[in-house]
């Protein structure tokens, strides 16, 4: 099966730097994604890795170590539309995604 | 980007009845959808992978006949929640994969509150 485990909450100012851990236990993996979601909205895809190493989108960018089974999402310049939760996922055989609980990052003025 | 839209956005129905939740892939073809079920505060748990052309594979623990899929076409899949209960209450969430795209990446519908009375 698969288990992944991130902060439930995080708390920060406008303009300050956010990292969201998340840490895996599967028995198949096929890359770490990570989503975001407003309250009331569905999931909406930030980023994926499949391989070590960084990826940059933008003000986000998401780091994957495959043998520490470990990944984090970093949110830079933090606006307050970026308060929501973020979840981590990882893929399986058939496409299939399992998401962890959820980190709630509020962001305040 | 790819859209996938969910009909209704929002459903109060009586407990007892059936309820059909539509998830269609706007501008692009998915032999494959997902639908899953978050709880208020909690993350999205994985119900059922629905395939076009074929049965739906349940994770386990979800009960294939209380939620019928049906994956008619390359751009359709229902999930219908048959003798609905209050417990049933919850964000159903659709998601769809690119035939055509980029393999990894799921694009989900915007989802569907589901409230019984």
């Known amino acids: 099966g698969q288990s992944l485990e991130q902060p439930s909450e995080v708390t920060a100012v406008e303009g300050a730097i956010v990292q969201i851990n998340c840490t895996y236990q599967t028995s198949g993996f096929y890359g770490l994604s990570w989503y975001q979601q407003h309250d009331g909205g569905a999931p909406t895809f930030l980023s994926y890795n499949a391989l070590d190493g960084l990826e940059e989108t933008g003000r986000f960018s998401s780091f994957l170590s495959r043998s520490d089974s470990y990944g984090y999402l970093l949110l830079q310049e933090l606006q307050m539309k970026d308060s929501a939760s973020y979840f981590c996922a990882v893929g399986a055989a058939g496409n299939k995604l399992t998401f962890g609980g959820g980190t709630r990052v509020l962001v305040k003025p | 980007g790819a859209v996938v839209s969910q009909h209704p956005s929002r459903v109060i129905c009586k407990s007892g009845t059936s309820v059909k939740i539509e998830c269609r892939s706007l501008?692009?073809?998915?032999?494959?959808m997902f639908w899953y079920r978050q709880f208020p505060k909690q993350s999205l748990m994985l119900m059922a992978t629905s395939n076009e052309g074929s049965k739906a594979t349940y994770e386990q623990g979800v009960e294939k006949d209380k939620f019928l899929i049906n994956h008619a076409s390359l751009t359709l899949s229902t999930l219908t929640v048959t003798s609905a209960h209050p417990e049933d209450s919850s964000f159903y969430i659709c998601s769809a994969r690119d035939a055509g795209g980029d393999q990894e990446t799921q694009y989900f519908g915007p989802g569907t509150r589901l409230l019984v009375l």
């Open positions: 501008d692009f073809q998915a032999t494959t």
